[in-house]
């Protein structure tokens, strides 16, 4: 009997894992389903340079067209599903089609949250997730209009570059000091604080949108300090949230996102998950983790699809991801939430530094602008899990891959 | 017959060192893999980065800035996010210096 993998969600992770299983020889039937209407694509260019006009959606597809039909590969592209049955193993699409499963692959990923604020309905006001959410935010760039950017974690961040690249005018309100806060902390916000600030952005802190306001189009922000921001069009970044409601009433576990051990598996047998809906269990940092960056979505897939093919193969990978801003690199490495110190290397006045995230004097992540070598080369140190003085990470003659205990740098 | 150009001070690279030279207004990164001398484009091809400031392991180059990971004995891309492959370039040593075709 011919078996059939089906595969959700035909973003970076499902694409992926829907090739490898086709590399590894599988035979059987591969199903790939999602919901956007094109085959899967990388998302990184959406905010920056395909937004900013210097690149295009064809530069972004992450297979040529022919590619799945060549491979065998049957796409459902522009359908969802609408109910998983795990006990007889079947799952059914918006156009009622039914396919039986031997083996699932939950991929779909995440979508921006629905933020409660008076106005969000309105026209002008978008979000950044899709190439069609893209391709809106576009249509209204021209030079010497004026945007507001709710929000500035890293779609924020650089949606705000891009716009600014493009000519736009820009203000930005975020409830936090600096952008990035949450993740990078203040001292590494204050960086990009200044880089948005040089190419002339407004920044609003410490302040919330109170409503969006216009006759039909949005034509201010209204804040909660009492700003009054004219604008042409808003973009909001106020984060994602999982999108986990296909699997109601499977028995698999649910916990900021879809649970799955180190081999990407899901509480009920035959079904997995990887890419930025799953809440993965990393044997390095020993807890459950959700990445909603290109790399795990890269890296993830294929190596769920392995485990579907029965290769007991641990993903492992080290969480890293990029965030071009104007002509600044910041690049992030590793896994922290909290950190009791904060080691430079290089300057923060320069823009050229690697910092480290440390607990208990072990790197847990390090981020870096215009400093991506020595990024690259701490991914040991974060795999190490070793105690390493903070004098020796900040000596610009130590070469850091000297530092752990491993020679060779992790690929 | 393909044209050659000296480049000053690229001999002098040692074993797993790599450095980018101005080659007739084209960068061009020499790197010294085990007593070879591999010449290729600075730039990525992804999103323009200059490679000499990334890593050279053996003769995979690794981009600074995305990672990308190019094969610098034929220039084929190892490791996305690029998709082009690098331009690389043949050299030769005459009279105890080295020499990049182009």
């Known amino acids: 009997m011919t078996e059939t993998f089906v595969i959700v969600g035909a973003g970076l992770a499902g694409g992926g894992a829907a090739a490898t299983l086709r590399e590894e020889g599988f035979?059987?039937?591969v199903v790939l389903i999602g919901a956007e209407p094109q085959p899967p694509y990388e998302r990184p260019p959406l905010s920056k340079e395909f937004l900013h006009g210097e690149s295009s959606f064809e530069q972004a597809l992450f297979q040529?067209?022919?590619?799945?039909?060549k491979n065998n590969i049957?796409?459902?592209?522009?359908?969802?599903?609408?109910?998983?049955?795990a006990t007889e193993k079947v799952i059914e699409l918006d156009n009622r089609e039914r396919v039986p499963y031997e083996a699932l692959l939950v991929a779909t990923g995440v979508r921006n949250r629905h933020i409660p604020i008076p106005g969000f309905d309105l026209e002008g006001i978008y979000g950044l997730r899709t190439v069609a959410d893209s391709d809106q935010i576009r249509a209204e760039i021209s030079p010497g209009r004026k945007a507001v950017v709710v929000g500035m974690g890293f779609i924020g961040s650089e949606v705000?570059?891009?716009l600014r690249q493009s000519g736009v005018e820009v203000a930005v309100v975020d409830r936090n000091t600096v952008p990035l806060r949450r993740v990078l902390g203040e001292e590494v916000g204050r960086v990009v604080e200044e880089i948005h600030r040089d190419h002339g952005t407004e920044l609003i802190f410490e302040d919330k949108v109170a409503a969006f306001e216009g006759a039909e189009r949005v034509e201010r922000v209204i804040t909660q300090r009492g700003h009054r921001i004219e604008c042409d069009f808003v973009v909001v970044g106020l984060g994602v949230e999982p999108?986990?409601?296909l699997l109601a009433g499977t028995g698999v576990d649910i916990g900021n996102g879809v649970l799955v051990d180190e081999y990407c598996r899901t509480s009920v047998e035959g079904i997995y998950a990887a890419g930025d809906v799953a809440n993965h269990y990393h044997p390095v940092f020993e807890r459950h983790i959700r990445v909603e960056h290109w790399q795990n979505a890269l890296k993830q897939g294929p190596s769920a699809a392995r485990?579907?093919?029965?290769?007991?193969e641990p993903y492992d990978e080290i969480p890293w991801f990029w965030s071009d801003q104007y002509e600044h690199s910041l690049q992030y490495v590793g896994f922290h939430t909290e950190w009791d110190e904060l080691v430079i290397r290089g300057s923060l006045e320069e823009r050229n530094f690697v910092g480290f995230y440390r607990k208990d004097r072990r790197v847990l992540a390090a981020v870096a602008i215009n400093r991506g070598r020595d990024l690259r080369r701490s991914i040991p140190?974060?795999?190490a899990q070793e105690e390493i003085a903070g004098a020796k990470l900040r000596d610009l003659d130590i070469d850091l891959r000297t530092l752990a205990g491993m020679q060779e740098i992790h690929r | 017959m393909a044209e050659y150009a000296a480049v000053s001070g690229a001999g002098d690279l040692g074993e797993g060192e790599m450095r980018a030279f101005d080659v007739h207004g084209t960068q061009i990164t020499v790197a010294n893999v085990g007593g070879a001398f591999h010449a290729f484009d600075d730039t990525c091809t992804h999103l323009q980065c200059s490679l000499a400031e990334g890593d050279l392991e053996e003769t995979t180059v690794i981009c600074p800035c995305h990672g990308s990971e190019f094969d610098v004995t034929s220039g084929a891309v190892l490791q996305g996010p690029a998709r082009k492959p690098l331009v690389t370039y043949e050299t030769r040593v005459e009279g105890g210096t080295l020499e990049v075709e182009g």
């Open chain 1, 160 to 162: 705000a570059a891009s």
């Open chain 1, 307 to 312: 485990n579907m093919l029965g290769e007991n």
């Open chain 1, 381 to 383: 140190l974060i795999k």
């Open chain 1, 74 to 85: 049957e796409t459902r592209f522009g359908h969802r599903v609408t109910h998983v049955d």
């Open chain 1, 243 to 245: 999108a986990t409601e």
């Open chain 1, 64 to 69: 040529p067209l022919d590619f799945y039909g």
């Open chain 1, 27 to 29: 035979d059987g039937r």
